[in-house]
């Protein structure tokens, strides 16, 4: 199941060009400019339509706005997406396979990348509705990006977390904790080269 999850996150949905000006979506990008350096750790589960919890994972996350993010699965497995201006990387070190598909300007807003992502995209690509003070709902304005809806939990103190509807009626909630705002990021922090003896595949779309 948590490889189920982290491939939710590699999806490609069209992209429409839909301004959106309003009060909210503004209220969420002035509290999201506050993370444009961040890490963290996360908890995740992932529950059936009818809220049987189905899996459970954790690890650690960092973003460095606007272009750059990783998230690794520390346990019950171990997983390393890592997305720079270029590529999506995937890494599964149990099965010791390495995925590279490149970025473009298609490339679906998947939900850690909300947090990283450029703000002009964002708006682009999903209704934004403040629900109450910390809560802000987003709705993908187009098929196939692989949720139907998601709550991300942000105010001026502090990152809480997401909860995701996907496609197929399940439930995730991630929680977020130990999270540093002033970590000093850089590209490099991002860089990965494959290891030596994995399994690579690579795809130029």
Known sequence: MTKYLLAAWLGIAPLLSVAQPNSDVNALLV???QFK???????QRQFAQ????????SG???????????????????QLIIVDPDFIWHYDRDLETVTRR??????????????????????????IARQNEDAFVLTPRSEGV???QLTLYVDQARLGGMEIEDNLGQFVEITFTDLNVGVDLSSTD????????????????
């Open 31 to 33: 509290l999201l400019e």
């Open 60 to 78: 650690e996350f960092r973003v460095l706005r606007p272009s750059y993010f990783a998230w690794e699965v520390l346990s019950p497995d171990e």
């Open 50 to 57: 009818d809220k049987t919890l189905l899996a459970e994972s």
């Open 146 to 148: 692989g949720f139907k």
């Open 102 to 127: 490149p970025v473009t300007g298609e490339a679906e807003m998947v939900p850690l990348k909300i947090l990283g992502g450029d703000a002009d995209k964002l708006q682009e690509q999903f209704h």
């Open 190 to 205: 991002f860089a990965f080269t494959p290891p030596p003896g994995a399994d690579l595949f690579y795809y130029d779309q």
């Open 37 to 43: 350096h961040v890490q963290g750790s996360f908890s």
